[in-house]
């Protein structure tokens, strides 16, 4: 089948209505919404990177369709949903092997394991899906997920770990505070485009701005 520019606008509308649905019901840090903001963020990014701006659409919004932690820790359903979505709409072999390729290996927990593919196109989103875990919205995103495990806001008494491997990583009871320390902060030095470093840069200074003063407001000060 022939694909042509026209297409464009038209898979995408088809790729935002079809996570749109199979997101419906999604805890609030992995909703749609989170989809829609790494969209427009990858966007953003690429334009700035001249990344090829299809697939970088493309895995935005399927990179989360089926996310591990809510599927038994199975990695494989969501690079398979996204490829079978892409046969259905008649997506180019080589820019739906990429597209897959890009949400295969993202899902790999804060690079604690060895990358074996990589990309500008894929810089690029995992770029825009670190940034939504940053700032007022990383914060936000934090607490909601540690809300939903039923974890503590904080405990002094609990130090962060700092040397996690990734099963300790997915298993970890810690309080929220300590994912800040665990992940959170780490993500600025881990960005693969300048873009994405300036925008981190701006983020992580709000968080710790957050955390000075969640310390001091802990204390009554
Ligand atoms: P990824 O975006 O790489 O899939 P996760 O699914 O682990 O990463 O994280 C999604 C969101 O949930 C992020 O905003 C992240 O900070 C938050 N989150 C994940 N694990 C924890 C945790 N242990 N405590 C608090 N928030 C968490
Ligand atoms: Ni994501």
Known sequence: MKFNMADHSSIIDAAAAYVKEELAGAEGGHDWWHIYRVWQQARHIAAAESADMLVVELAALLHDI???????????????????????????????????????????KNGLEEKVFHSVEMGVVQDADRLDAMGAIGIARAFNYGGFKNRALYDPAIPPNLHMSKEAYKHSSAPTINHFYEKLLLLKDRMNTATGRRLAGERHAYMEAFLERFYKEWEGQ
């Open 66 to 108: 089926a996310d591990p932690k809510f599927h038994n820790g199975d990695e494989s359903i969501g690079p398979a949903r996204a490829a079978a979505f892409m046969q259905a709409q008649h997506i180019p072999e080589v820019t739906a092997t990429h597209v897959v390729n890009i949400i295969r290996y993202m899902s790999f």
